[in-house]
């Protein structure tokens, strides 16, 4: 059984900053790449950013040089850094994480999301 479990989400003013962090836990024996995606009410959830197990990013146009993703491969975390937050980054932010629980079971694991508002 394996747990994501993200913590960091809230309300804030349009250029304000936060960090969501996301926790795996369980039966891993490798975790391969991590990201953030989110879903704002009405549209199509969609990736945020990307980071593979040696540290490779990936993001979305919208959030290149406001936001950055990292990983704490030690403690299986990985994080996401939100600098000038606009009011349309408001939505609901998941973590995903592509797992090894085993040497041949390899599985997607999502966490419960955590809401993200910025008020203009």
């Known amino acids: 059984q394996v747990q994501l479990v993200e913590s960091g989400g809230g309300l804030v003013q349009a250029g304000g900053s936060l960090r969501l962090s996301c926790a795996a836990s369980?039966?891993?024996?490798?975790?391969?790449?991590m990201g953030w995606y989110r879903q704002a009410p009405g549209k199509q959830r969609e990736l945020v950013a990307v980071?593979?197990?040696?540290?490779?990013?990936n993001y979305a146009d919208s959030v290149k040089g406001r936001f950055t993703i990292s990983r704490d491969n030690a403690k299986n975390t990985v994080y996401l850094q939100m600098n000038s937050l606009k009011p349309e980054d408001t939505a609901v932010y998941s973590c995903?994480?592509?797992?090894?629980?085993?040497?041949?079971?390899?599985?997607?694991?999502w966490g419960q999301g955590t809401q993200v508002t910025v008020s203009s």
């Open positions: 369980g039966s891993i024996r490798r975790i391969n790449n």
């Open positions: 995903n994480a592509d797992i090894n629980v085993s040497a041949w079971l390899r599985n997607d694991y």
């Open positions: 980071i593979t197990s040696s540290g490779t990013t």
